[in-house]
């Protein structure tokens, strides 16, 4: 029997570079990774619905205490 295969989202089109490691996190984005924390509890699908990559957004969350407190929430 097969593993159930993950189909994950298409990155928006306009966000920016998830690899690269100097990406602004635009208000946009960051409300898109946000809700999509809140809604699946799940990081790397979050980072993924946003198009960025998951060490850009641990790396604000560790230089931007609001941030932190809405990723917390």
Known sequence: MHAPMT???AADGDAPS????????TPAVEER???ALRE???????????GMARRSL???????????ERWDE
């Open 18 to 25: 998830r690899f690269s490691s100097s990406a602004e996190i």
């Open 7 to 9: 189909i994950r989202p």
């Open 33 to 35: 990774f946000l809700s």
């Open 40 to 50: 699946f509890g799940q990081v790397t699908y979050a980072s993924n619905v946003s």
């Open 58 to 68: 641990y790396a604000r969350r560790q230089r931007d205490p609001d941030f932190a």
